[in-house]
């Protein structure tokens, strides 16, 4: 069963920061773009980054950049978005996303697989 599972969401203060965890099975991260999403109740999806197979990463969304990091660890399988100085405003359920290829894409759309999603809220 091809799947992505995301984790390492939760509760912080703001200020605060968190490492979400993105981990593929039943196929290889090896040559596939790995892109992180984000969607706040009421709002439209937001594309935060992208990373590709080789560690290019595609320019972080104005409301992140500086303060978020994409990473990736091929021979795990796995893909890591860090979060610093997290702001209330960071409050959302987090994706991610695989587009198999070398190339990342700006379209949610193009996405094939998705994980559920992990919740991070950032309160006081």
């Known amino acids: 069963q091809l799947q992505l599972v995301e984790s390492g969401g939760g509760l912080v203060q703001p200020g605060g920061s968190l490492r979400l965890s993105c981990v593929a099975s039943?196929?290889?991260?090896?040559?596939?773009?790995i892109g992180w999403f984000r969607q706040a109740p009421g709002k439209e999806r937001e594309r935060i980054s992208c990373i590709t197979h080789n560690n290019g990463i595609t320019p972080y969304a104005d409301s992140v950049k500086g303060r978020f990091t994409l990473s990736r660890e091929n021979a795990k399988n796995t893909a890591y978005l860090e979060m610093n100085n997290l702001k209330p405003e960071d409050t959302a359920v987090y994706y991610c996303a695989a587009l198999r290829g070398i190339y990342c894409s700006a379209d949610w759309s193009s996405y094939e697989y998705w994980g559920r999603g992990t919740q991070v809220t950032v309160s006081s």
């Open positions: 039943g196929f290889s991260i090896y040559r596939t773009a």
